[in-house]
């Protein structure tokens, strides 16, 4: 693991190793921006912040000015918001090049209401009023093709090849070397800037990967899945391959990003009983399902991500949990003081962590504080329920989880009107862009999703 560089501040020289600081921090659309600031530029103003155009939380993923809603006080013609660099967060990305992650802010001192990554603070800090804190783990999954990036853009990025070959279903160790070496690139690289990951596989899609982040607080693991993401990319450049995390890059097997939680009350696993969920993570369960429908649009973004709600084929479909029943979806593992833990299985792939993870965070908190009681768990498998069970189905577009989103008070209350309301306006906007400029909705894959979303976020 490299050293850490340490923030430069005062009358303190710059580490002539260092050529360059980068800026990182995403977007609401999950894509990770920044830019890259001379050592000196870096210590004058890691106090105050870095001016960012607030464009960045005005564009679509077409690069095209979102439109439909009034834009709220702090955003204007172009005006500025400031990335104010977490230190901890410091790292040598590569020799000459340091890296560290912000927040964005307003010139007042107000956290920019749209920021992911103070929105999941916003939402731990609120578990902390209760007495928790969380501990948080990430399933990473992404598809890697043997053609480079030059490649699957001249295709559209449509008829690429798998990289490994085709064995599936899932854990096969009958891939070929290129693949391996792809991921044992990919583990050297999150060892050299310290991230902690646990696992990888075969995932069941061909060319599929799995990639499991360490547990650890919600903002460090959102943190690593960024940058562990950044790192599948140029890993890909470097050799010659493509990655993309996009919902369902083809007809086939879609692409998730599950997210497991646990509670914890003075060093204790409050999910803990001996005979079962205890009472706070059935408080938990009851939160979470409560706001399954409104957070449908948070850990579901975009068009291609609703192609992956098909019965059988992995993601959950119904507002549902269970024990240890990986059909529903919410997973309830219990009986162990250490791994007892709630697994949330509706993300995509394509779903900006900090944004799930802070609805998730929200669901809990409405779950602890109300002491909601959860519905009767699903027993058997909770793919293709008949109607008339009482189990409901999770919202299978993009405009019916933004109106579920807009119709629930507990999430506006929690993550705050101004997001809410643009998050919505923004989702609304990438269906008339989808109906309006190429998509097909009668397609398994259109070619408009391929293009806006093979990439980015």
Same mark, same amino acid.
């Given at each position: $693991?490299?050293?850490?560089?340490?923030?430069?501040? +005062?009358?303190?020289?710059?580490?002539?190793?260092?050529?360059?600081?980068?800026?990182?921090?995403?977007?609401?659309?999950?894509?990770?921006?920044?830019?890259?600031? =001379?050592?000196?530029?870096?210590?004058?103003?890691?106090?105050?912040?870095?001016?960012?155009?607030?464009?960045?939380?005005?564009?679509?993923?077409?690069?095209?000015?979102?439109?439909?809603? =009034?834009?709220?006080?702090?955003?204007?013609?172009?005006?500025?918001?400031?990335?104010?660099?977490?230190?901890?967060?410091?790292?040598?990305?590569?020799?000459?090049?340091?890296?560290?992650?912000?927040?964005?802010?307003?010139?007042?001192?107000?956290?920019?209401?749209?920021?992911?990554?103070?929105?999941?603070?916003?939402?731990?800090?609120?578990?902390?009023?209760? +007495?928790?804190?969380?501990?948080?783990?990430?399933?990473?999954?992404?598809?890697?093709?043997?053609?480079?990036?030059?490649? =699957?853009?001249?295709?559209?990025?449509?008829?690429?090849?798998?990289?490994?070959?085709?064995?599936?279903?899932?854990?096969?160790?009958?891939?070929?070397?290129?693949?391996?070496?792809?991921?044992?690139?990919?583990?050297?690289?999150?060892?050299?800037?310290?991230?902690?990951?646990?696992?990888?596989?075969?995932?069941?899609?061909?060319?599929?990967?799995?990639?499991? &982040?360490?547990?650890?607080?919600?903002?460090?693991?959102?943190?690593?899945?960024?940058?562990?993401?950044?790192?599948?990319?140029?890993?890909?450049?470097?050799?010659?391959?493509?990655?993309?995390?996009?919902?369902?890059?083809?007809? +086939?097997?879609?692409?998730?990003?599950?997210?497991?939680?646990?509670?914890?009350?003075?060093? $204790?696993?409050?999910? @803990?009983?001996?005979?079962?969920?205890?009472?706070?993570?059935?408080?938990?369960?009851?939160?979470?399902?409560?706001? $399954?429908?409104?957070?449908?649009?948070?850990?579901?973004?975009?068009?291609?991500?609703?192609?992956?709600?098909?019965?059988?084929?992995?993601?959950?479909?119904?507002?549902?949990?269970?024990?240890?029943?990986?059909?529903?979806?919410?997973?309830?593992?219990?009986?162990?003081?250490?791994?007892?833990?709630?697994?949330?299985?509706?993300?995509?792939?394509?779903?900006?962590? @900090?944004?799930?993870?802070?609805?998730? &965070?929200?669901?809990?908190?409405?779950?602890?504080?109300?002491?909601?009681?959860?519905?009767?768990?699903?027993?058997?498998?909770?793919?293709?329920?008949?109607?008339?069970?009482?189990?409901?189905?999770?919202?299978?577009?993009?405009?019916?989880?933004?109106?579920?989103?807009?119709?629930?008070?507990?999430?506006?209350?929690?993550?705050?009107?101004?997001?809410?309301? @643009?998050?919505?306006?923004?989702?609304?906007?990438?269906?008339?862009?989808?109906?309006?400029?190429?998509?097909?909705?009668?397609?398994?894959?259109?070619?408009?999703?391929?293009?806006? @979303?093979?990439?980015?976020?």
């Amino acid at each position: $693991m490299s050293e850490l560089t340490q923030p430069v501040t +005062g009358t303190d020289r710059p580490d002539p190793r260092v050529r360059a600081v980068r800026l990182e921090a995403t977007n609401h659309e999950g894509c990770f921006l920044g830019k890259n600031v =001379a050592p000196e530029k870096f210590d004058s103003g890691s106090d105050s912040g870095f001016a960012f155009a607030d464009l960045l939380f005005g564009l679509d993923l077409g690069n095209v000015p979102v439109f439909g809603a =009034a834009y709220p006080e702090w955003r204007g013609h172009l005006d500025d918001v400031y990335l104010r660099p977490d230190p901890s967060t410091r790292v040598e990305w590569q020799p000459g090049l340091d890296a560290v992650i912000g927040d964005y802010w307003l010139k007042d001192g107000r956290p920019v209401p749209l920021c992911p990554r103070n929105l999941v603070r916003k939402t731990v800090d609120r578990l902390a009023s209760n +007495g928790f804190s969380a501990k948080v783990a990430v399933e990473i999954e992404a598809t890697v093709f043997e053609e480079s990036i030059h490649e =699957a853009r001249s295709r559209g990025y449509r008829d690429l090849t798998p990289l490994g070959g085709t064995a599936g279903t899932a854990y096969h160790l009958a891939k070929s070397k290129d693949w391996v070496e792809y991921m044992n690139a990919v583990a050297d690289r999150l060892d050299e800037v310290g991230i902690a990951w646990e696992a990888w596989s075969d995932e069941d899609a061909a060319g599929q990967i799995e990639l499991n &982040l360490a547990p650890g607080d919600p903002i460090a693991v959102c943190d690593a899945w960024a940058r562990t993401r950044q790192i599948m990319r140029e890993v890909a450049f470097e050799r010659g391959r493509t990655v993309t995390f996009m919902a369902k890059p083809t007809a +086939g097997y879609g692409q998730a990003s599950h997210i497991n939680l646990s509670l914890q009350r003075d060093g $204790m696993n409050a999910f @803990y009983a001996e005979d079962g969920p205890s009472k706070t993570m059935l408080h938990a369960i009851g939160g979470l399902l409560a706001t $399954m429908e409104g957070n449908t649009s948070l850990a579901l973004p975009q068009i291609t991500s609703y192609r992956r709600l098909v019965d059988l084929s992995g993601p959950p479909v119904t507002i549902s949990w269970g024990i240890s029943n990986k059909t529903t979806a919410v997973r309830a593992v219990c009986g162990h003081p250490k791994y007892s833990r709630l697994e949330y299985r509706l993300p995509g792939a394509d779903a900006n962590l @900090y944004l799930a993870l802070a609805g998730v &965070l929200a669901g809990v908190v409405a779950g602890v504080e109300r002491k909601i009681t959860p519905p009767e768990q699903v027993t058997d498998m909770a793919w293709c329920l008949p109607p008339g069970l009482g189990v409901e189905r999770i919202p299978d577009t993009i405009t019916k989880a933004a109106a579920a989103l807009d119709a629930d008070p507990v999430l506006r209350e929690i993550l705050g009107d101004e997001f809410v309301d @643009y998050w919505i306006a923004s989702r609304k906007w990438e269906w008339m862009q989808f109906h309006t400029a190429g998509g097909d909705p009668f397609a398994e894959l259109s070619e408009w999703e391929s293009t806006r @979303y093979f990439e980015l976020p």
